[in-house]
């Protein structure tokens, strides 16, 4: 029965790309000689790898490769219409930010005695005599 949770099972891929030390592949190999279910795990691999090497000079035809070459350049748009509206956003954020806390401060408020007119005038202000004439107080 084969063991399939064996502790070296990681490692079989990484002896399998040649992504091993000499050390650890000696370990390994000597491993796989006497372990089922690594052996098995490394000729799988090995069936895999053979698989693609005769597929690899197989050519898609010119239509998929043309799709995907859109397809893909879609996306990079649509992330980079994405990255610019969240700049955009950002942007936007900052400028309110800066002008809520730079609009000038409240107006200092009138004097009341500035505001209404005064009793005393004599009506020669020529500011009275035209707010006088707009708001029909002639
Ligand atoms: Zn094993």
Redesign the pocket.
């Known amino acids: 029965m084969e ?1 399939s949770s ?1 502790e ?2 990681p490692r079989i891929c990484a002896l399998h790309d040649d992504e091993v030390s000499a050390p650890e592949r000696k370990l390994l190999e000597a ?1 796989v000689a006497l ?1 089922p ?2 052996a098995n795990e490394l000729r799988q691999l090995q069936a895999l790898a053979r698989l693609f090497a005769k597929s690899r000079n197989t050519l898609a035809p010119r239509s998929i490769l043309a799709r995907l070459k859109w397809e893909i350049a879609w996306k990079d748009g649509l992330k980079l219409a994405r990255t610019l509206s969240i700049a955009a956003a950002v942007i936007f954020a900052a400028c309110t930010v800066w002008i809520w806390y730079n609009q000038p401060s409240n107006t200092p408020e009138l004097p009341a005695s500035s505001l209404s007119l005064r009793s005393d005038s004599d009506g020669d202000d020529p500011v009275v005599q035209v707010m006088m004439r707009e708001y029909g107080h002639d």
């Open positions: 063991n064996c070296f099972r491993h372990c279910a690594c």
